[in-house]
């Protein structure tokens, strides 16, 4: 059944391989800071996620929230990702609680675990012959302030979950790159994730029933370190691609 979703961080990467495929699929509300200059589906709210006013009234009817808005740079400052992925993290699931709001998706990283990726466990963990594989019941393990600011969203859905009973997916996205792997990097190749399998993953959240879940967002890579089982059982995820089929 198609849902009422506000998308927000509409006009990014990760909104933009949502909407190529799911346009005609659910009724949109899309919220972003900067305006969207390419056609779009439904209501475009320009505001930033932290204005809670505007948060509260882009929420309004809305029966899902796919929360992508934020500093996506593995280097971002602290400042910066204090202010658009913790404290904008926050405002969203308040006012999605106040609105009774039934999902919230989040767009979590691969870099609320990178600190994983040891000296010792690299390069060989992005290789086929290897086979390490986190699942999303480890810790979380960042390696920079930005995964810091990821593994701090996790953990404010999990909040809002036991404490108001939301349903949540956080959504630890691997590489998103469009039409083919990332070239010459093997870390980039092993957390693939095609536009095409993250609009599915995507639409499998708003559409799957859940209580809490943290699953991996890639593609069923040959060379992988996450797993993507628990998106499968969860969510009923069927990745079309893999980065082992692309030169
Ligand atoms: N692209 C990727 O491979 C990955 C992305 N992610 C996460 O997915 C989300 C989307 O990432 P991308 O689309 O790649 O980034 P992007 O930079 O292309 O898009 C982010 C969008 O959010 C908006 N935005 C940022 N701060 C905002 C604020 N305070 N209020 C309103 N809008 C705001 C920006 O204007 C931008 O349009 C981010 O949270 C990022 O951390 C996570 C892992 C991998
Ligand atoms: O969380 C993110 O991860 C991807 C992949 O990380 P990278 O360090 O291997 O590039 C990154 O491209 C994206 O910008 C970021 O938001």
């Not at 499998?204 to 996450?226: H, L, P, Q, T």
Request: net charge negative; charged share 30%; hydrophobic share 35%.
């Amino acid at each position: 059944m198609a849902q009422s979703v506000l998308l927000t961080g509409a006009a990014g990467r990760v909104g933009t391989a949502i909407l190529a495929d799911l346009a005609d699929e659910h009724e949109w509300r899309l919220m972003d800071r900067d305006p969207m200059t390419d056609d779009h589906p439904g209501e475009f709210v320009v505001a930033d996620i932290t204005d809670e006013e505007a948060v509260r009234e882009a929420m309004d009817g809305v029966d899902v929230v796919i929360h992508l808005a934020g500093d996506p740079r593995p280097d971002a400052p602290w400042d910066s990702v204090l202010t658009n992925n913790i404290d904008g993290t926050q405002t969203i699931f308040e006012a999605a609680v106040d609105a009774d709001v039934e999902k919230v998706v989040f767009a979590s990283s691969n870099h609320a675990v990178g600190a994983y990726e040891t000296e010792e466990r690299t390069p060989d963990l992005y290789r086929t012959h290897d086979d390490y594989l986190l699942d999303g019941t480890e810790l979380p393990r960042p390696g920079n302030l930005y995964g810091v600011s990821k593994a701090a969203g996790e953990s404010i859905g999990r909040y809002y979950h036991d404490e108001f009973g939301l349903s949540v997916a956080c959504v630890r996205i691997g590489n998103l790159t469009e039409g083919h792997p990332p070239i010459d990097y093997e870390r980039g190749q092993a957390m693939w994730l095609s536009y095409r399998d993250c609009a599915h993953l995507f639409d499998r959240c708003i559409r799957a029933d859940y209580e809490f879940e943290i699953v991996y967002g890639i593609s069923d890579n040959d060379r992988k370190y996450y797993s993507i089982e628990r998106a499968k059982e969860a969510l009923g995820y069927e990745p079309q691609d893999n980065s082992a089929r692309h030169d």
